[in-house]
């Protein structure tokens, strides 16, 4: 007889973003669903990577991560947020940004704590608190702006409230938090005495007026948050799966004690890489540049089409309104586009764990992608109906 296998995730399936690029390679339409580029890293990458191995540098890291990468994070978070991070014990290098916030969380949520989540919200935040033995606490995002509802956040909280999880610059809907979000934020937490996950993934990707303030430069968040960013999205390197967690030292303290468990330590010669790589901080400084112009390309070829455009203030991602074009849920809708005019987008409502906005017409688009990828993209695009 074959044993009875427990499901922690029972209700989790494949993700959406599978199940779109699946449907995009079947029907050979052109992919602007999940977030990954197109086009190629700088050559000099693989070029250190290549390197880095064929020196010798082959064998198990450091498991905090080495020490001059972790040195070039510290000099980054320097210039770029003018904070100063320890890199002996206030950062660790992670096997992607996923797996720093899976290990963020089970280093501090226990069996029935519950964690306090903001739809639509990235996909791995629930299944990693569930997957943990904690409960799921969800407050939507307010509608159009995708800002917090503070005062129902307040409302959420309880006695077994351990953690709240944000997201800024935002995927999926590329709003950015502000300094009033982050003092009303610091206020909860103080009074309730709650840590921060806040997922910074896009920190560097921000547009027009808008300024990513980290968690970490937050006189009333630093010493209870932790931070994750990743290499993948500033350097265009997805599938290298290499991210970063930043926490004052009593937090990074229990953080990598899950780590060591969970992975010990990561890819050695893509971290020497990246360490000689991040020398020239021009190679991370010039990113808000270089989307601004893709996001502005797409917004200018739907202009004056069906699809009304959202707006987009930071992360690589643009959502559209199809409410003048169907009255479809999204994820038939997505499908169908997929299919009948070549084009795979994201619905928005996988987004969502508690209440889903059933009124709300939306698809993401990725624009981290060839310029002539967007074009044929917004063409086809245009021509839905």
Same mark, same amino acid.
């Given at each position: 007889?074959?044993?009875?296998?427990?499901?922690?995730? !029972?209700?989790?399936?494949? #993700? $959406?973003?599978?199940?779109? *690029? &699946?449907?995009?390679?079947?029907?050979? %339409?052109?992919? /602007? =669903?999940?977030?990954?580029?197109?086009?190629?890293?700088?050559?000099?990458?693989?070029?250190?990577?290549?390197?880095?191995?064929?020196?010798?540098?082959?064998?198990?890291?450091?498991?905090?991560?080495?020490?001059?990468?972790?040195?070039?994070?510290?000099?980054?978070?320097?210039?770029?947020?003018?904070?100063?991070?320890? !890199?002996?014990?206030?950062? #660790? $290098?992670?096997?992607?940004? *996923? &797996?720093?916030?899976?290990?963020?969380? %089970?280093?501090? /949520? =226990?069996?029935?704590?519950?964690?306090?989540?903001?739809?639509?919200?990235?996909?791995?935040?629930?299944?990693?608190?569930?997957?943990?033995?904690?409960?799921?606490?969800?407050?939507?995002?307010?509608?159009?702006?995708?800002?917090?509802?503070?005062?129902?956040?307040?409302?959420?909280?309880?006695?077994?409230?351990?953690?709240?999880?944000?997201?800024?610059?935002?995927?999926?809907?590329?709003?950015?938090?502000?300094?009033?979000?982050?003092?009303?934020?610091?206020?909860?937490?103080?009074?309730?005495?709650?840590?921060?996950?806040?997922?910074?993934?896009?920190?560097?990707?921000?547009?027009?007026?808008?300024?990513?303030?980290?968690?970490?430069?937050?006189?009333?968040?630093?010493?209870?948050?932790?931070?994750?960013?990743?290499?993948?999205?500033?350097?265009?390197?997805?599938?290298?799966?290499?991210?970063?967690?930043?926490?004052?030292?009593?937090?990074?303290?229990?953080?990598?004690?899950?780590?060591?468990?969970?992975?010990?330590?990561?890819?050695?010669?893509?971290?020497?890489?990246?360490?000689?790589?991040?020398?020239?901080?021009?190679?991370?400084?010039?990113?808000?540049?270089?989307?601004?112009?893709?996001?502005?390309?797409?917004?200018?070829?739907?202009?004056?089409?069906?699809?009304?455009?959202?707006?987009?203030?930071?992360?690589?991602?643009?959502?559209?309104?199809?409410?003048?074009?169907?009255?479809?849920?999204?994820?038939?809708?997505?499908?169908?586009?997929?299919?009948?005019?070549?084009?795979?987008?994201?619905?928005?409502?996988?987004?969502?764990?508690?209440?889903?906005?059933?009124?709300?017409?939306?698809?993401?688009?990725?624009?981290?992608?060839?310029?002539?990828?967007?074009?044929?993209?917004?063409?086809?695009?245009?021509?839905?109906?």
């Amino acid at each position: 007889m074959s044993p009875t296998i427990p499901n922690k995730l !029972p209700q989790r399936g494949v #993700t $959406i973003f599978s199940v779109m *690029t &699946a449907l995009a390679n079947e029907v050979e %339409a052109v992919n /602007v =669903s999940q977030g990954f580029p197109d086009y190629p890293a700088d050559p000099l990458l693989p070029e250190l990577l290549y390197g880095a191995s064929k020196s010798g540098h082959n064998q198990y890291a450091p498991m905090p991560g080495l020490l001059a990468l972790r040195q070039a994070v510290a000099d980054k978070y320097q210039r770029v947020h003018g904070c100063v991070v320890d !890199p002996e014990h206030e950062i #660790t $290098i992670t096997p992607g940004a *996923t &797996a720093a916030l899976f290990t963020a969380i %089970a280093s501090v /949520v =226990s069996a029935g704590d519950e964690v306090i989540i903001m739809d639509p919200s990235y996909d791995s935040y629930a299944p990693s608190i569930i997957a943990n033995g904690g409960i799921v606490r969800t407050s939507n995002l307010r509608t159009n702006t995708y800002t917090p509802d503070w005062d129902h956040v307040r409302s959420l909280i309880t006695r077994k409230t351990r953690l709240i999880i944000i997201n800024s610059p935002h995927n999926p809907c590329s709003s950015v938090l502000e300094l009033d979000d982050l003092d009303t934020l610091a206020e909860i937490c103080n009074k309730h005495d709650l840590l921060v996950l806040s997922d910074e993934v896009y920190e560097l990707i921000t547009f027009d007026e808008h300024k990513h303030i980290s968690a970490s430069t937050h006189p009333g968040l630093c010493n209870r948050t932790f931070v994750v960013t990743s290499f993948g999205k500033t350097f265009h390197i997805t599938g290298w799966k290499i991210g970063v967690c930043v926490a004052p030292s009593d937090l990074t303290r229990v953080f990598r004690q899950v780590h060591q468990y969970l992975s010990f330590c990561v890819n050695t010669p893509a971290q020497v890489a990246l360490a000689e790589y991040m020398k020239d901080t021009s190679r991370y400084l010039g990113l808000q540049s270089f989307f601004t112009k893709k996001r502005d390309l797409l917004r200018s070829l739907l202009v004056g089409s069906a699809w009304s455009l959202r707006a987009c203030s930071g992360s690589y991602f643009q959502l559209l309104g199809y409410e003048g074009i169907s009255d479809e849920q999204d994820v038939d809708f997505a499908k169908r586009i997929t299919r009948e005019f070549g084009v795979a987008t994201i619905p928005l409502s996988p987004f969502y764990n508690g209440e889903q906005r059933g009124h709300e017409r939306l698809v993401r688009v990725c624009f981290a992608k060839e310029d002539s990828t967007i074009r044929l993209a917004a063409e086809r695009l245009v021509c839905v109906r």
